[in-house]
């Protein structure tokens, strides 16, 4: 329990910051659902085979796994906000096309010929008679809406949208208790809530639900209008994959830009997803500046053979023609570390079967119990390339990043896979086996952004390139054992190596 309180006291602005994101993306995609559901159902109402094919196809919709419809939509709207809020339409618009359709077409036969018998028109009929019968169902539709959207909405974090989704994977891939909890809490706290005022909207006076309404259109809409309005200074947006490092170095590369221009402000989205992700938002403008590493941009991002066996600057260089020749990216000078990946086993099974390199698992092909990331395990320079190379024949269980760990302390997996910097590797006492055949490529961090931008902003650049050539792979684990076991904040731990290696100032 302290260190739940305490973790809310530290983190008290970033929660106020995911509850805002978390409640504007929900109450959006709420009220576009209520615009296209209820109209919908009204005109379906004397249209029952239409009405039959509608409700087969929103609940077709609704089966959909929240992650694939995601992947889906990015393609064609990007990353963010916008692919967050469709999806979350497309799961309200059940529950609230089904209640208002029975609502109406329920009404008992006898109430509709004496409302036809005053010579009521269809559009009086309806908003004298139908709805105001229907209305306890439709608002039972949209509170049920309401808590799925807010539940769901936590996948939102893994687009870059924000939200309270950002604490629960926070606490996932740091494996920390509070943040789930906090992230789990709130969003369970923020349905309730909402749906209580939805309910009280049912009975409240027409003027005091108009006033209530105005004032959260007001309070959403109008404070992000204002603080536009009101700050004036250029914002670069850069953002970081999943984990500790990623955070680690954004916060850097905030840090020496605002050092070096104050008219620059600097806004982070960490945990902004995986490598296409960030590589997508940066190309339709949605970042500035992500982190990335060599042998990721050649193993994933461009086209092209790569030659194997090359040296860390033979990769970069190769890297950095291939983004500017077929994406007009620039990828700066790369950092020391390689954080390349790696397979590891525990201390005691690495001495209990003389392990050494990764060849000598072959020795102990039937005992292995591999859990590995699902991108390791899809990746040609992961476990497919890998099983090849060194011609193993085993089959992972995939697993979070975090989870791996956890599950190879616990004894129920002996393999996993890693990167050189991870702090689970000092923190479970895990042993790396050597790459003796040199299979994976060398995986150097540098700042990627678009040449355009490197053209307009040459003092980021020149801020940024004090990062080059530092860091080496002691220093990145050490500061990510800082973040994820002794629970210090990313932003702490990238300022106190600044200023310690004299790259900031430490009054600024």
């Not at 941009?297 to 020749?325: C, F, H, I, N, W």
Request: net charge positive.
């Amino acid at each position: 329990m302290n260190n739940l309180l305490q973790t809310l006291v530290e983190r008290r602005g970033d929660l106020v910051t995911a509850l805002w994101q978390h409640l504007g993306i929900s109450l959006a995609a709420l009220v576009i659902a209520m615009i296209i559901a209820i109209p919908l159902a009204i005109w379906a109402v004397r249209r029952a085979k239409l009405a039959e094919a509608l409700l087969q196809l929103t609940s077709v919709l609704q089966t959909i796994p929240s992650l694939a419809l995601l992947g889906l939509l990015i393609p064609l709207v990007g990353i963010g906000t916008v692919p967050a809020v469709i999806a979350l339409v497309i799961y309200a618009l059940l529950p609230i096309f089904q209640n208002t359709y029975l609502g109406i077409a329920e009404i008992d036969p006898s109430i509709e010929e004496a409302a036809d018998a005053f010579g009521m028109s269809r559009l009086r009929k309806l908003f004298k008679v139908e709805l105001p019968i229907a209305l306890p169902q439709i608002i039972a539709g949209i509170r049920t809406a309401l808590v799925l959207i807010i539940g769901t909405a936590t996948l939102a974090a893994l687009i870059g949208a924000g939200g309270l989704g950002t604490f629960i994977m926070l606490g996932i891939d740091r494996n920390d208790t509070s943040l789930l909890l906090i992230g789990a809490i709130s969003s369970a706290l923020l349905a309730i809530i909402l749906s209580a005022l939805v309910r009280w909207f049912q009975t409240a006076k027409p003027r005091h639900a108009l006033i209530v309404f105005g004032l959260i259109v007001v309070l959403l809409g109008g404070g992000g209008a204002y603080s536009a309005y009101a700050d004036r200074t250029e914002t670069i947006t850069i953002a970081g994959k999943l984990g500790s490092e990623p955070d680690i170095l954004i916060n850097m590369y905030k840090e020496l830009i605002e050092a070096d221009d104050s008219h620059v402000k600097v806004t982070l989205k960490p945990n902004f997803g995986k490598t296409t992700f960030l590589y997508s938002a940066l190309r339709n403008d949605q970042i500035d500046i992500y982190p990335e590493f060599t042998g990721s941009v050649l193993e994933t991002l461009v086209k092209g053979d790569s030659p194997k066996e090359m040296t860390a600057e033979q990769t970069y260089r190769l890297a950095k023609k291939r983004l500017a020749q077929q994406a007009q990216l620039t990828l700066l000078a790369p950092m020391k570390y390689n954080n390349t990946y790696a397979l590891a086993v525990t201390e005691k099974f690495k001495q209990q079967h003389h392990l050494k390199t990764i060849s000598d698992l072959t020795q102990v092909e039937s005992l292995l119990r591999p859990g590995m990331t699902l991108e390791f395990i899809d990746r040609d320079d992961g476990l497919k390339g890998l099983k090849q190379a060194y011609h193993l024949d085993v089959t992972a269980k995939s697993m979070e990043p975090a989870l791996r760990y956890e599950a190879i302390s616990q004894g129920r997996i002996n393999l996993v896979d890693a990167y050189a910097t991870d702090s689970e590797l000092r923190q479970y006492n895990l042993a790396l086996l050597q790459d003796d055949q040199r299979f994976f490529p060398t995986y150097q961090g540098a700042p990627l952004m678009k040449t355009s931008f490197v053209n307009k902003h040459p003092q980021i650049v020149k801020a940024l390139n004090q990062l080059a050539g530092k860091i080496s792979e002691t220093d990145m684990q050490e500061m990510n054992y800082q973040v994820n076991a002794k629970k210090q904040s990313a932003a702490t731990v990238a300022r106190r190596y600044l200023i310690k290696h004299g790259l900031l100032k430490g009054g600024h």
